[in-house]
């Protein structure tokens, strides 16, 4: 059984289908999944999916940096609100983007940082994105976030400095399709070793993302892929598939609470 960390379930491309998207991944074995919340709109509807699929489905609550333009004075108390749901495991998607740009980096920082401090005034995990953003992004957790606050640096996709000072802050790491990527993502192969297997976790990031290496195309990514990126991570590191399933199973359950809430 495989956990997937990362399923933009609320997406528009999974519109007519949501349901037999998560039938087709639990058939795989990709079971639960965590519906990422990059809005209070999207946020929202991730908690209510999750709500209506106990135990098959998870959400996070937060605001992705993309959307931190449209965050105000509400943001945060409704945040605060959905946090308050079991079936609310995590506090994101937040961070900062400064690939595209969408929203302006003041005002980025501004967001990522409120979110900071409301997952360390809940005890709740983060689940954080972070691009092209790296110094700011570390500096923010430097000064904001304790040690004791679980987080993941989801769809990890840097270089072996930032792993490192990842792992420093005692962050988990996300790992996506990327990896299977062979114009951009095969330095993650030799990078896979040095995650501690403590701090490893598995998504497919759907529908975005699309493995590369799949025998067939497909028009989006969803959950079910996960095994397949399994397999990959599996062979870079040398490891039977059953023991880096139960181990980022377990990751995964212990760092959004599941299974104890
Ligand atoms: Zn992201």
Redesign the pocket.
């Given at each position: 059984m495989l956990i997937d960390i990362?399923v933009n379930l609320t997406h528009p491309s999974f519109g007519k289908d949501r349901d037999t998207v998560v039938a087709a991944a639990e058939k795989a074995g990709v079971c639960p999944l965590i519906v990422t919340g990059t809005s209070i709109k999207e946020s929202c509807g991730a908690y209510d999916y999750a709500a209506g699929l106990p135990g098959r489905c998870f959400a996070t609550a937060g605001v992705?940096p993309h959307e931190a333009r449209d965050c105000d004075a509400g943001t945060i108390p409704r945040l605060r609100e959905l946090a308050q749901f079991p079936e609310v495991v995590a506090i994101g998607?937040c961070?900062l983007d400064y690939n595209r740009d969408y929203s302006p980096r003041p005002v980025q920082r501004e967001w990522f940082e409120k979110q900071v401090l409301l997952a360390c005034e809940l005890n709740m995990p983060l689940f954080l994105?972070e691009?092209d953003a790296f110094d700011d992004f570390v500096s923010i957790l430097e000064q904001n976030c304790p040690k004791n606050i679980k987080k993941v640096v989801?769809?990890f996709t840097g270089q072996e400095r930032e792993l490192f000072k990842y792992l420093e802050l005692d962050c988990y790491i996300g790992i996506t399709g990327w990896v299977c990527d062979e114009r951009r993502g095969e330095h993650l192969l030799t990078l896979l070793k040095y995650i501690p297997t403590d701090r490893l976790m598995l998504e497919t990031?759907s529908p975005f993302l699309t493995p590369r290496s799949l025998p067939y195309a497909q028009s989006r990514n969803t959950p079910a892929n996960l095994v397949h990126i399994a397999g990959i991570v599996s062979a870079a590191l040398s490891k039977p598939l059953t023991e880096l399933s139960a181990e980022t199973f377990q990751n995964s359950c212990e760092f959004f609470g599941i299974g104890r809430r």
């Open positions: 990362g992705h998607e961070g994105h691009r989801h769809c990031d």
